[in-house]
């Protein structure tokens, strides 16, 4: 099995990461695999914004488990405690992806380039788990301003984010369900 395929196939969420900060070499090799994503018409409609700021990150999960704990939605509160008011989990990187979403397939690409970073990630020696659930931050009375802290470019929305590092935990990838899967000959 070639090392894509083991990276494909071992690659799982990590919610707990170490404190190691990730090299420039490995930045860089993240940042060359998002551009590197295919999309369609070649509109590259992204944009990423790499965050090593761990106040930045650190204020944005405290508030966003402000929100979640005013939510009112007894499960979303409950999960965060079972996580210890963990939603980026001590990421030292955090990859903000953005876009206009104005054709048919901005998402699409987007998240195509979100699988190559997670890919690469994990084929680097690094573990990642993709956070779309941070979407309430950009939307709420703070959008401007995460917007603004977040460098995402105007008219562009906030689409989800990776956490990135060093694994401080051990995970197992899901079980192949193949039952999702229907052969035509």
Not at 86 to 112: A, E, Q, Y
Not at 127 to 144: D, N, Q, Y
Request: overall charge negative; charged content about 25%.
């Amino acid at each position: 099995m070639n090392d894509t395929i083991k990276s494909v196939m071992k690659r799982c969420s990590i919610r707990k990461f170490k404190k190691d900060k990730i090299g420039e070499a490995e930045i860089n090799i993240l940042m060359k695999a998002a551009l590197a994503a295919p999309s369609a018409a070649n509109t590259q409609p992204w944009h990423f914004s790499f965050v090593e700021d761990t106040k930045l990150i650190t204020d944005l999960e405290d508030y966003l488990v402000e929100l979640a704990m005013n939510s009112g939605d007894e499960m979303a509160i409950e999960r965060l405690k079972l996580r210890n008011n963990k939603v980026i989990f001590d990421t030292p990187l955090l990859v903000v992806v953005s876009s206009p979403v104005k054709g048919h397939f901005d998402m699409l690409d987007c998240g195509i380039a979100i699988e190559n970073i997670v890919i690469v990630a994990e084929g680097i020696g690094l573990s990642s788990i993709i956070l779309g659930g941070m979407r309430v931050a950009f939307m709420g009375e703070k959008k401007a301003v995460y917007e603004d802290l977040f460098c995402i470019p105007k008219g562009n929305q906030f689409v989800a984010a990776i956490a990135i590092g060093y694994a401080d935990m051990t995970g197992n990838p899901h079980e192949l369900n193949e039952t999702k899967i229907t052969r035509i000959k």
